[in-house]
């Protein structure tokens, strides 16, 4: 393969189109992506102890909410995905260590190419959620990590990081 | 200020809400935000030399438009935030190192609130971007580092990260 | 089934998930629902007689519209829906009495869910621009019964009201 | 004023279009609708008791975001309301009896025109996510009385219901 | 001026920007558009005779009700356009001959920058509606003339085609 | 068949509706459309010779993303258009002649309806993107020609202009 068409989302002249997907498969694809988030220990302070149900609970949800419907909206974000129908979406929040989050979402479909770009997408919505929902204790709130854990499915094969 | 309204986006009955901004006043609003993209040297050779415009280009202008584009949408993205009207949205991608690029986002508006959610979208969705145009070439893309750098105007005041 | 299992959203933690549909069959799925608009008798006699052409048809039309186009947006206003590709939404308006007229919208789709939610949301979304067109005429106009007529398909079988 | 006009949004030629509100100054609009929605004993249950916070709160949680949002998309749904700044949306869900919940909706903005439309987007928006969340226990669920409760500010003054 | 700065949405080093409109005042700004969309002899006679108000009605209706809600996602269709609130949307269709109808479109918006690009969004979602109500009719439908006629207001002051 | 069914976006009642493709079989559907954009000869110039890749590089890139991602829309924006499923849309500008471009979509999918609508919705999408990002030059600008070419797939048989 040259070098030229390794982006794949660049056509033979070099200009961005929607890869061409036409000819393959409909198969089950799965995708995890994660993001952690690190807060301050002053806002971790608030989903602690007796009152954790009624702090942390609205302000996980509202980002887990959000995960779920950015994921929905990936195609209209990222310019060349294709839109596709997910059949599942899970969005978990859990605490890391004093000052971190970590953010999973995984997606899954049954289509003709992969859920990574939805699975990018809602660990970020939910993340950018997270910063929004505590900004007001801190703005040094760092999103730090990105990243695709795993995927299944597809002419190029699972993937884990 | 007790520590129960400290999640300015939770009312007193810890329920979610669309913070009230209407007695604030219109004031100049600015903020920055950026996201480092970590990609491979194979990814980042692609960018070098004489092939430089036809191959980062396209790659560059779509992850930069997508930015733009979200950060316009954040308001449907992030669940409690106020939809502003932007007057300015400038996002740039520089190379940092032989593996890493900085996305900016600089947003600006006149509001009764900032545009600090703007400049992270926008950040974010250009990272993203540039994560589904590279990701043929390499799955182990990580956004590594997304913050706000700066902001101006609003009754919090300047911050700088 | 325990009573913790029974809100299908929540997942074993209590936190909102998109309901996992990716092992069920893609079936045959229709819903019915209607909404009663209660009017006012000045409004309704806009309606009638000889300019009921022009008059009527102009302010449905536009209820009609507004109701297909918000089943097409379902998965974008209820948090948990699952994207669904319609192959069918019908919307109606038909006087019911002298101050009230009943929405009905039926959607179709072959789908590995249903699409109660979808024709819910068509029903409303005509309601609400009922109201809108007619509420410079009286602002006492109700939407007062909401409801899923009909569905069949799927796992839990058809439904009657 | 003839019979002709009085649907201000057909114009001379019965064709419908957007009001022209240039003219109208810009001042403060505030609107409350409000939605009741009859569950059933067997859904009342479950949000009663000491399982209240884990149960109930993601169900409303839930249906509260989706009413904020539904207000922010109210300009999109609705197809010839003007597009409006919201500087406030607060949904709350309370107990009626031992069936019903209500839903109500307040926004607020300065602009050229009002916001009942983006209340009773909301009221519907949250209504329609609760039958979505508990739809699984019941079918039967009504959303029954959907209307506006108050709103000020605006040409027309002021309304109580 | 040089050249290089005269497409104004690329930036100083040809990126894709939004132009920055920060410190342009707020004026009153209107624009009109139209298209002519050349339709068929067999369609025109459609719109004819007696059965002109049940016939067109909707066929223009749908279009008419398309283009304003185009106008109202201009920022959402074209890349690097500002998002501006809207305070009249007119959308008409009128015979021009024997086989072509003309839309014309006007906005109005008191803003920072021109509405030219929401009234040629609203000519050309209304003229693609009323080739998607005729298609089943023919396929050689043509939307032949999409331009600016009028703008007023703004910096580079008005002009009229 | 008589004259009164031969839009079939109306049904027996003269009613707008989303025309019921339920029965029809999942086949391979193409179609492609273009727009010609009649620039000027000083807009021309700016695309000709050795700057040809700085400028018409991001000018072009903006416009063909514009069209690829209003090709996904187009079941919002056309209002009894079908959700489809894309598996390819590719976006081309080519010169014409000394003052004029051609804009071809072509997009496909698997599915019960075809994408003539996607073509022309991103043929259109992308003439628009053009003029706006090229108005700073001159509002003469024309889209003048934006029709089907060609379609293949479904019931009513292959077209070509």
Redesign the interface.
């Known amino acids: 393969m040259s070098?030229?068409n390794?982006?794949?989302?660049?056509?033979e002249?070099?200009?961005?189109?929607?890869?061409?997907?036409?000819e393959?498969d409909v198969t089950?694809r799965t995708a995890t992506a994660r993001a952690i988030v690190q807060l301050t220990p002053e806002i971790m302070a608030?989903f602690d102890g007796q009152e954790l149900?009624?702090?942390k609970?609205?302000?996980?949800?509202?980002a887990?909410?959000?995960g779920?419907?950015?994921a929905?909206?990936t195609?209209?974000?990222?310019?060349?995905?294709?839109?596709?129908?997910?059949?599942?979406?899970?969005?978990?929040i859990e605490p890391v260590d004093e000052v971190r989050v970590e953010v999973q979402a995984t997606c899954?479909?049954?289509?003709?190419t992969g859920v990574?770009?939805e699975a990018?997408?809602a660990a970020?919505?939910a993340?950018?959620?997270l910063?929004?929902?505590?900004?007001?204790?801190s703005?040094?709130?760092?999103?730090?990590?990105?990243?695709?854990l795993e995927?299944t499915g597809g002419k190029s094969g699972d993937?884990k990081?």
């Open positions: 070098a030229a390794k982006f794949t989302h660049l056509d002249n070099q200009q961005p189109h929607m890869v061409d997907v036409t393959k089950r608030q149900q009624s702090k609970g609205p302000v996980f949800h509202t887990i909410l959000a779920i419907q950015a929905k909206k195609s209209d974000l990222i310019p060349l995905c294709h839109p596709l129908p997910l059949t599942k979406c899970k969005v978990t899954t479909t049954d289509a003709k990574e770009m990018l997408t970020s919505g993340a950018l959620t910063y929004d929902m505590c900004k007001a204790l703005k040094a709130i760092v999103i730090e990590d990105v990243r695709l995927k993937y990081a």
